[in-house]
């Protein structure tokens, strides 16, 4: 029996990446006004910040339906696969309740093994690559569930807010908070915490010095974490700067490898464009 990798499409992978390591994607859907689309599928990043620009409102985002989770599973469990699948942090979403109950419906909860991720973006990302890894070489769905949880905390995963405009506009700062912000060039740094977006420093003036001062803040735990993989992670980004990210990590002679990668719908859709983040593991405590 072989072992099957299912994702939400908040995970953020390339498309290179999800053929390269045989990923199987659940899309999230994000509601523009009374319009419904497939995260990642027939809308694109462009087009929600255009339509949050023009209607002044950040797009709202919902889980997968449990008929959209099953379509993508019930044909690798009927290939005879076991299904190892990843949700967004449950305290954003119920994508992995959604897997659960897909699993139920198909009456196949003994052979779907459900993973919370505690993160969002390619923080679910490296764990998803992980686990397909794992699966390669033949490893039982169990030891993999069991690696992977113990992976969850080591995923480092954060991100720099270039403007706060669409996280006013979703309710996430206050109108003042966002208006001073704009002000003084104020630029967030967001932290997922134990599953959750937690704020941390904030960063001032044009983004090639607010992304390196970000940058340099990693570097300590860069220099110890796990040599595999980092991801450049960013919701259309000024390809400049993401040169300048890369040639720093480039720099540190550290990772085996180093993939840019574009924020989805549900990442673009609240933080808008220009976000960037490095994610990574750290290394074994």
Known sequence: MHT???????CDLSPELIERYNIHIVPLHVLLGDKEYRDGVDVTAQEIFAW??????????????????ASVMRPLLDAGNELICFGISETMSSSCNVMRLAAKELKAEDRVHVINSMNLSTGIGHLVIEAAEMAKVGKDPD?????????????????IIDTLTYLHRGGRCSGLAALVGGALKLHPRINVIDGSMQPGLKYRGKPSHYIKAYVDSLSPEIDSAKP???????????PEIVAEVRKYLEGMNH????????????????????TLGVLFIAQDE
Do not use: Q, W
Request: glycine letters at 4%; one cysteine or more.
């Open 143 to 159: 030891e993999i569930v069991s690696e992977i949880e113990a992976l969850i905390p080591r995923v480092r995963a954060s991100f």
């Open 52 to 69: 949050s620009d023009e209607h002044k409102e950040t797009p709202r985002t919902s889980a997968p339906s449990i008929d959209d989770a």
């Open 255 to 274: 990772f085996n490898e180093i993939f840019e990668t574009y924020a989805a719908g549900v990442v673009s859709s609240h933080c808008g464009p220009g």
């Open 228 to 238: 595999d993989r980092v991801f450049i992670t960013h919701s259309h980004a000024d």
């Open 4 to 10: 099957a990798i299912v994702a939400d499409s908040t």
